[in-house]
């Protein structure tokens, strides 16, 4: 019991440090340019953390998620500048729109055996790519969208607030994103959740006791989606342009790449990768054209030395360090 407790004092001494280095990483960045390279981890991380419910808990290998993304800005932006939708209304409407498109994708997809799944996701990313290109009316085509208005929050006799700046923007952004940790931490605990990494683990098993595979990859899909949807919508209002090319296969692979070196199974490992691959192309500029080689000689040796992630790697070192104190205090007790 008293094992059980010291865990958890441990473990919530460590989410307050957490915390407690998130707020405080803004005030000693050493320039505005890495302020906005951690905004870019923690959008970045909310969609790693929508692609973990699929790939890591599920089991299931989407190569869509950019389309979902794409979709989530589009519709916010959109809603936003032709429609004056506060950016409060628009941002849940993105995610909503995005979820519903996923569950619309996951409907037939989900009927698929093998890799059909991941192909017919990919397809459905190079499909909104186009639409959102060719729908010169409602997009602006490949010119994007631009002047999307950053997020105020009017409160009763206090004046606006306007997250129009960096510094703004990454309170608004990890807000969001320990809001999508918690919502993610209490799927995992519940029936859903549960179900959800019993079909991971052995199908058929599950469908055995009772586990309706088809309903549940579907529930699944769609709070991945909606998450997705409400990384681009975040993401829309922080830049405030955005083209076509939010669709293309590089930000599917980038937040992949982040889930699964991170580890995709587990929360902190997806923010990790996120953190990583957002910070590591930046520290690399000093390379210039090797940048590349390079990254992708630490991507192939994270994967072979860490099979199971970066995140697992880290916790199973940390529990030997643990155990390794505990036994060592064991003995000077005596």
Not at 43 to 59: K, W
Request: hydrophobic share 55%; with cysteine; charged share 10%.
């Amino acid at each position: 019991m008293r094992e059980i407790v010291a865990v958890d004092v441990r473990r919530f001494a460590l989410y307050g440090v957490v915390f407690l280095i998130a707020c405080t990483a803004p005030l000693v960045v050493p320039s505005g340019y890495f302020l906005h390279l951690l905004v870019l981890f923690l959008i970045f991380g909310t969609l790693a953390l929508s692609l973990s419910i699929v790939v890591g808990f599920l089991g299931e290998l989407t190569l869509g998620q950019a389309g979902f993304f794409a979709v989530g800005a589009y519709a916010s932006a959109l809603l936003s500048v032709d429609q004056n939708w506060p950016f409060w209304f628009s941002l849940p409407a993105a995610g909503l729109i995005s979820g519903l498109t996923g569950v619309l994708v996951g409907l037939p997809s989900f009927r698929l055996q093998g890799p059909y799944f991941a192909i017919v996701t990919l397809g459905f990313s190079q499909i909104i790519g186009l639409v959102i290109t060719n729908s010169i009316s409602i997009t602006r085509g490949p010119m994007g969208i631009s002047r999307i208005p950053a997020p105020t929050l009017d409160l009763p006799m206090l004046p606006t607030i306007r997250f129009n700046t960096e510094l703004s923007f990454y309170y608004l952004a990890l807000a969001l994103l320990i809001l999508v940790i918690y919502v993610v931490r209490r799927l995992l605990v519940s029936r859903t959740g549960r179900a959800i990494v019993a079909i991971r683990e052995n199908a058929s098993l599950a469908e055995s006791v009772g586990i309706d595979l088809y309903r549940y990859k579907i529930t699944a899909f769609f709070i991945s989606t909606f998450i997705a949807g409400i990384a681009g919508a975040m993401y829309a209002h922080y830049v405030r342009v955005i083209t076509p090319h939010l669709a293309d296969v590089y930000y599917t692979s980038s937040a992949l790449i982040m889930v699964v070196v991170g580890g995709a199974a587990t929360i902190s490992g997806a923010l990790i990768g996120a953190f990583v691959f957002t910070i590591l192309p930046e520290i690399l500029r000093f390379v210039e054209d090797a940048r590349l080689l390079v990254f992708g000689v630490i991507l192939i040796l994270s994967i072979h030395y860490m099979p199971k992630g970066v995140g697992p790697a880290l916790a199973q070192l940390a529990g030997r360090l643990s155990r390794r104190g505990g036994i060592s205090s064991g003995g000077n007790s005596k």
